[in-house]
């Protein structure tokens, strides 16, 4: 029998809402997830479905009127309870984060060299220059730019190599975990292959866990081993990439898995191809299952009560009709 690698990240029903002056808005409800090492887990949905409100507490990054319940456990240590100066410190070195539209928060007036080089010496003060460039190179060199690279300044690159200059700050520290979030959207379909292409070979080559977030299924199925598809703050499927993709239980993640023919499509996040309507408010979801109101199966039990995760054809689903026809 073979050891399970270990877990890089673990999230155990989690649970974040926000306060805001309309009441309470429950955006994360629930959601368990695993990142072990060496692995890619990808989480889909719709805008607004909780994904970037989820990636924000791995190192607990959430804004102030978020309350956050569950358990969130970056490489063993409890990321809720840990000290300000530990978590310091497991930022960047234990764990980085890619946020969404990154690309545009490069510093216009300072060189990319510098950039890359900043987290590595607030890491490693006691690195002499020489040892900074040398790294600021072989990272440049490892998300396949040229070394000259250091010396141009952000608006001298295309947006593919800015995020490039981006994934390359997310390793600079050697984290061990990667959290993207939605990496690729701002690119167009050929640039976006390349960079998943790259964070593909990254995450083989040097053992890390990925968690990698896009309201696109398809560009997950290409890269992932794993993919958790979330509704309204819940997970409702998950399973191995390719299989959810290619065999969707759930009549949401067939409605996102059908959204394939608009691949590298930014407004495919804000409804599917072929699925009418919106998601609901969080703070007002409709009564039973929340995606009822939009689903074509829907029948009147789904709006008695919120469908459990149930294991049907071996992968966990919430939906009262999965697997019958
Ligand atoms: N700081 C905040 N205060 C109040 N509500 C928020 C805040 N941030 C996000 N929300 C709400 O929480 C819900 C989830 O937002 P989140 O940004 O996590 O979604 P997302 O899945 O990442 O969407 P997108 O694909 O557009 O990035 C949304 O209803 C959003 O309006
Ligand atoms: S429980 Fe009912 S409404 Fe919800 S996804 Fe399944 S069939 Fe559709
Ligand atoms: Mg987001």
Redesign the pocket.
Known sequence: MTTPAPELLSLRDLHVA?R?SEGR?P?VRGVDLVVHEGEVVGVA?E???????LASTVLRLQ?K??RVEGEVEVLGHDVRAMRWGDLRALRWAGASIVF?GALHSLNPVHRIGRQVAEPIRTHEPGLSRDAVDRRVEELLDQVGLSASRARAYPHQLSGGQRQRVMIAMALACRPQLVVAD?PTTALDVMVQAQILDLLKDLVHELGVGLLIIS?DLSVLADVCDRVLVMYAGRVVESGPAAEVFADPLHPYTAALSGAFPRIGDPAA?YAPAGLAGDPPD?RDLPPGCAFAPRCPRAVEECTHGEPPLLQVGGRPVACLRAGSS
């Open positions: 926000y805001t808005l955006a949905g805008s607004g479905c909780g994904k970037s409100t804004p009127n978020a969404q939605e309201h996040r969080p």
